[in-house]
């Protein structure tokens, strides 16, 4: 089993960057696809990134393509969402979560696929 701990959020102004880290515990983090998620006030969970187990493979959700990067240290058990020029439409509580990937092939864009969840850490960008 994996938990895990988001945090780096906070207010930041249009234009600015932010980076939150997903910090993970459990032996087996190496074998995990991790993704990025976020929920606005009044609306659904969206996905916003995926990371393979390996790094190898990468995607985005096309509203924060070019503008937000993921990445991982498994070394350390942490994945990160780089984000840059951020907008007030990225305003939301951003979630991470993962599941084991050597054992499901599952599609990393779907809310679904994702065994465990953080807590979420509250981003808002100001206009």
């Known amino acids: 089993q994996v938990q895990l701990v988001e945090s780096g959020g906070g207010l930041v102004q249009a234009g600015g960057s932010l980076r939150l880290s997903c910090a993970a515990s459990?032996?087996?983090?190496?074998?995990?696809?991790m993704g990025w998620f976020r929920q606005a006030p009044g609306k659904e969970r969206e996905f916003v990134a995926f990371?393979?187990?390996?790094?190898?493979?990468?995607y985005y959700a096309d509203s924060v393509k070019g503008r937000f990067a993921i990445s991982r240290d498994n070394a350390k058990s942490m994945v990160y969402l780089q984000m840059y020029s951020l907008k007030p439409d990225d305003t939301a509580v951003y979630y991470c979560?993962?599941?084991?990937?050597?054992?499901?092939?599952?599609?990393?864009?779907?809310?679904?696929?994702?065994?465990?969840w953080g807590q979420g850490t509250q981003v808002t960008v100001s206009s």
């Open positions: 459990g032996r087996t983090f190496d074998n995990y696809a």
């Open positions: 979560a993962g599941w084991n990937q050597l054992r499901s092939g599952r599609s990393g864009l779907l809310e679904g696929s994702y065994d465990y």
């Open positions: 990371i393979s187990w390996n790094g190898g493979r990468t």
